[in-house]
């Protein structure tokens, strides 16, 4: 689930490209963290779809009775708002079920939505393992502890990131800040932190699943309903990865894309590559 700019100094081939001598051919990710990166990407698609669906049949977030509409979910709200001031939506059938009509399975669909449900969970909790093996055998793992200078090197890449557009608009240079680790500030508190949301999503799905049999972990999460509303916004976190995650692979270039296709990067020099990393 990885893309960086510069290396680590595990895994760096001896090898050189034949055109710049004193640039390496370095291994990047492990076989199995590029399967688990690539199937996370349906196996949380069917999660989210018929998420939604299941939260159509109890909503978590309500207020009383609309005297006009009779509405009392809150998606059904911004559905109302987005046919009533979108262009071109004035017309639409049924406003308040319009979030569910796009962005799931549908009003109405709660038991085929239940089956997707648990069929993409228990996919999501194999990938997951398969993803942890793969950064355990390939030594990925280390590349996510925090350092001690992440919240100045976090700056100096937000700085970078926010800077880019600026300067291709204005034709500018904007040297991308140096390191030396395989993952730059940013990208490794996104990378700790998804699997951490990971974890916690299995953790509330259970305890919304079998509430009885594991009351004493719905309790860590504050009850029942507690846990939904846990379970509900982790599901935001992994959407507000996803586009980031998507925009800063482009900006970055295409040896990061290639990196997490192959699993092997070009752009690394030799001084670069046996950098110690803190």
Request: glycine content about 8%.
């Amino acid at each position: 689930m990885g893309c960086s700019t510069t290396p680590r100094k595990e895994g760096i081939s001896t090898s050189r490209l034949p055109e710049k001598p004193d640039v390496l051919v370095a291994k990047r990710h492990h076989l199995l963290v590029r399967w688990s990166h690539w199937l996370n990407v349906p196996i949380l698609l069917g999660l989210i779809l018929s998420g939604i669906s299941i939260y159509w049949a109890s909503p978590i977030y309500q207020h009383k009775s609309d005297p006009l509409t009779g509405n009392f979910d809150v998606a059904a709200d911004i559905g109302i708002w987005i046919c009533g001031h979108v262009p071109g939506l004035r017309h639409y059938s049924s406003p308040p079920d319009w979030v569910y009509n796009h962005l799931s399975l549908g009003p109405g669909m709660l038991a085929p939505a239940l089956r997707l449900h648990w069929l993409c969970a228990y996919a999501f909790m194999l990938n997951g393992a398969v993803y942890v093996v793969g950064l355990i055998s390939g030594g990925g793992w280390r590349g996510l502890l925090p350092r001690r200078t992440d919240l100045l090197d976090a700056f100096r890449m937000l700085r970078y990131y926010l800077g880019i557009p600026f300067a291709k608009l204005t034709r500018r240079q904007w040297p991308h800040p140096s390191f030396n680790t395989k993952y730059n500030a940013l990208q490794r508190a996104a990378y700790f932190s998804v699997p951490l949301a990971g974890c916690l999503s299995v953790a509330t799905g259970w305890a919304i699943h079998k509430p009885m049999q594991f009351h004493s972990l719905a309790a860590i999460f504050g009850g029942l309903d507690s846990a939904r509303v846990w379970h509900f916004w982790l599901m935001w976190i992994f959407v507000l990865f996803a586009v980031p995650h998507v925009i800063l692979v482009f900006a970055d270039g295409w040896d990061t894309f290639r990196g997490i296709i192959t699993g092997w990067s070009a752009r690394v020099t030799r001084s670069e590559a046996t950098g110690n990393e803190r």
